[in-house]
């Protein structure tokens, strides 16, 4: 199982980037799946989380601006980013709680590799 996550880069403050992130793999069912970020010099903390039915929570910190979407049929999440600021630039991560294989296995956290969003002033 994998997790890829893409769309990071540089962009100035008011700008907007889009994440995605596609799960492969040998997977029998997806759960909640969420995206995390780690700025610098600080510790990882959670922007959002999206249920299987689409309902997404935000942290505070995101809410309004930053949207989670996801497509089962795909495997897939994005995160939609808009006013970034100087205070998002974090390498981001995407994670999904699935079971992988079949029902009789236990669902597990896994994480993608990160990727870098900038925000430039």
């Known amino acids: 199982v994998q997790l890829q996550a893409s769309g990071g880069g540089l962009v100035q403050t008011g700008g907007s980037l889009k994440l995605s992130c596609a799960a492969s793999?040998?997977?029998?069912?997806?759960?909640?799946m969420g995206w995390y970020r780690q700025p610098p010099g600080k510790e990882r903390e959670e922007v959002a989380r999206?249920?299987?039915?689409?309902?997404?929570q935000y942290a505070d910190s995101v809410r309004g601006r930053f949207t989670a979407s996801r497509d089962s049929s795909e495997k897939a999440m994005y995160l939609q980013m808009n006013s970034l600021n100087t205070e998002d630039t974090a390498v981001y991560f995407c994670?999904?709680?699935?079971?992988?294989?079949?029902?009789?296995?236990?669902?597990?956290?896994?994480w993608g590799k990160g990727t870098q969003v900038t925000v430039s002033s």
């Open positions: 994670f999904a709680n699935l079971t992988p294989y079949s029902k009789y296995h236990a669902a597990l956290d896994y």
């Open positions: 793999g040998s997977i029998f069912s997806l759960n909640d």
């Open positions: 999206i249920t299987t039915d689409g309902f997404a």
